[in-house]
């Protein structure tokens, strides 16, 4: 029987370097996965948007599909645009069985994928007691989602001994990355270096390139198409397949 198609959801972006670099992560997904259908498909500003490829899930003769949206929290998009875009789908294309995994956010995968990514810019270990750590995202008007970011980063630094560690955000949020930085010196660390909780690179992350910059701090990449991130969307859609037990019926 044919396993449910994944449709892996990205945000979307004007900058073409987003969509360029997602891209590349679903084709890393693929080569983990070989023979299993792989979508890649956005919520706004780059195409093929979601509703069009669960079209085309249907329309190529799949009975189910899951649906994993590649978004580091649960903030609006995740509670929102996704399950509306969804139910949508699931309304015209009744003989589709549609699935929401959680987000990809918070999977052991994205932690690792950012440190190696935070590893690689030090050119050091990561345990060093004078370091200052700045975990920088978009940021959201959904203060959870947010939290969860400042939780990871307090997480590291208990884990690496870090001399401190602070979430920062390009958008939406408080503290900036310019403030982040500026007050984990004023705190003593001897160095700071800004981490990126972010999929790829864009305009909102550009900013906060440029501020790390700005501010003395060396600033990793993005977590881009990284095996461990791969992982995780596999991850998220293997959980979903065994926790909803779909039957035979339903995706022969």
């Not at 900036?176 to 909102?204: H, K, N």
């Amino acid at each position: 029987m044919a396993a449910p198609a994944l449709v892996a959801v990205a945000h979307g972006s004007r900058d073409p370097r987003s969509a360029a670099t997602v891209s590349d992560l679903i084709a890393e997904v693929r080569r983990q996965r070989p023979g299993m259908d792989v979508r890649l498909s956005f919520l706004d500003l780059s195409a093929p948007r979601l509703p069009d490829v669960l079209d085309a899930v249907a329309a190529d003769g799949h009975r189910s599909a899951v649906v994993v949206p590649l978004l580091l929290g649960h903030a609006f998009h995740a509670r929102v645009d996704v399950p509306s875009a969804v139910t949508a789908a699931a309304a015209r294309l009744p003989g589709l069985d549609i699935e929401i995994s959680p987000v990809i956010g918070g999977h052991e995968g994205l932690s690792a994928a950012a440190l190696r990514r935070l590893a690689a810019t030090l050119g050091t270990g990561l345990h060093d007691p004078g370091l200052g750590v700045v975990l920088a995202a978009i940021g959201s008007s959904h203060a959870a989602a947010n939290a969860a970011v400042a939780d990871l980063v307090a997480g590291w630094t208990r884990r690496f001994g870090w001399h401190g560690g602070s979430p920062a955000f390009a958008a939406m949020a408080a503290p900036t990355v310019t403030d982040a930085v500026a007050a984990l010196r004023a705190s003593g660390a001897q160095r700071v270096a800004v981490a990126q909780w972010i999929l790829a690179p864009g305009l909102l992350p550009d900013r906060i390139v440029r501020d790390a910059e700005a501010a003395g701090a060396s600033v990793a990449a993005p977590l881009g198409p990284d095996p461990d991130v791969a992982h995780a969307i596999l991850a998220r859609y293997d959980a979903l397949i065994a926790s909803k037990h779909f039957s035979q019926t339903r995706i022969a």
